[in-house]
């Protein structure tokens, strides 16, 4: 009886799927200094704020769709014309990995959560503002590298393009904006 007690173990042991925690990869900065102050205008904050029942408010206006983050995103980053209710971009810099000089936007996202805000919520949001960047790198590639995806360039052109299109998200501590559910 032991003996099949144990077959029976080992078997559901190793036919089992065993859930595995997923997580977000990101490259966190350096701690900060004591004199470290960064200043940043209103104009260059894209604020996204997600409450405890899991609805979008960017900035300060509802979004019905998370799929829509996306795309404010990449049009609040990207500023294509320029508009000065968006970032602002900085002078033409020289960046010697892209064999050329290139505006680079001061926009940065911020987000901030509500204590009680779902967590297939977070990591919703989260896709969608890396999704964002992505697909800045990627058109920004096509566009400058004989249509070569961001992830097909080599290591000196992916080093560019990140200091070109960083992932600029600030996150902020959850707060209790929301109410109690």
């Not at 997923?22 to 200043?39: A, F, S, V, Y």
């Not at 503002?129 to 961001?150: I, T, V």
Request: hydrophobic share 35%.
């Amino acid at each position: 009886m032991a003996d099949i007690s144990f077959l029976l173990l080992t078997f559901f042991l190793l036919t089992s799927a065993i859930n595995t925690d997923q997580g977000i990869l990101r490259k966190l900065p350096p701690p900060p200094t004591d004199d470290t102050h960064i200043d940043v205008k209103k104009r260059n904050v894209l604020q996204i704020m997600v409450n405890m029942y899991d609805q979008l408010l960017v900035n300060g206006e509802f979004v019905s769709n998370i799929k829509e983050l996306k795309d404010r995103t990449k049009t609040f980053i990207s500023n294509v014309n320029n508009d000065s209710e968006m970032p602002e971009k900085e002078n033409a810099k020289y960046y010697p990995e892209l064999g050329g000089e290139f505006q680079k936007s001061k926009g940065v996202v911020s987000l901030q959560n509500d204590r009680g805000t779902s967590y297939n919520t977070y990591i919703a949001v989260q896709n969608q503002l890396a999704e964002a960047f992505n697909e800045l790198r990627d058109e920004f590639s096509q566009k400058h590298f004989e249509g070569k995806k961001f992830a097909d360039l080599d290591q000196t052109r992916k080093e560019g393009v990140q200091k070109l299109i960083p992932v600029s998200i600030s996150e902020a501590e959850p707060s209790n904006y929301g109410g109690k559910k």
